[in-house]
């Protein structure tokens, strides 16, 4: 996947992704994300309560979706042509290509394209936030708040909208 952001401090990417759509996933692979109405209700409830000092803020943790780690690996294949040299060189590939020019890669965490990528993303995050007190909202969808403190937080796959 090859992309231009003029923007962003490296404006060239070139990213490699899984063809999804050609793997199977059995479990549900949705994402509970924030819904407009919830982020609506997030930040109405900042405004009522700035009297009182809170504040509102965004976060996103593109790099967390991309070192999730797997329940189960997954395998994809690539053609050996399609590798930059420097790559093949780093990795000494070409003692790994197959005698029909494949190479195999085996998929040990979360990567673009990966049908099961934002679930895994969501268990992960939630894992790594209930033990400093945080949880989901019952009866919201991607609502978050602290079990001692005022902050809450909708979560939409790598974006959060914090209210503290």
């Not at 003029?6 to 060239?12: G, I, R, S």
């Not at 999804?20 to 009522?48: C, H, M, Q, R, W």
Request: proline share 7%.
């Amino acid at each position: 996947m090859c992309d231009y952001r003029p923007l962003k401090d490296e404006p060239y990417r070139v990213r490699i992704t899984v063809g999804g759509d050609k793997l199977n996933y059995n479990d549900d692979a949705g994402f509970p994300a924030a819904n407009l109405l919830e982020t609506k209700i997030l930040i109405n409830s900042v405004i009522s309560d700035s009297d009182r000092g809170a504040k509102f803020m965004c976060a996103d943790i593109k790099d967390h979706f991309l070192a999730t780690p797997m329940d189960e690996l997954e395998y994809m294949r690539v053609q050996y042509k399609y590798i930059p040299e420097d790559i093949r060189v780093r990795y000494q590939l070409h003692s790994k290509v197959t005698p029909d020019g494949w190479i195999y890669i085996k998929i040990q965490k979360g990567m673009p394209g990966l049908k099961q990528a934002a679930i895994l993303v969501y268990k992960h995050l939630k894992n790594c936030l209930q033990p400093f007190g945080y949880e989901p909202i019952p009866g919201t969808v991607g609502m978050w708040h602290h079990k001692t403190r005022p902050t809450k937080f909708c979560l939409c796959v790598d974006d959060f909208g914090i209210k503290f």
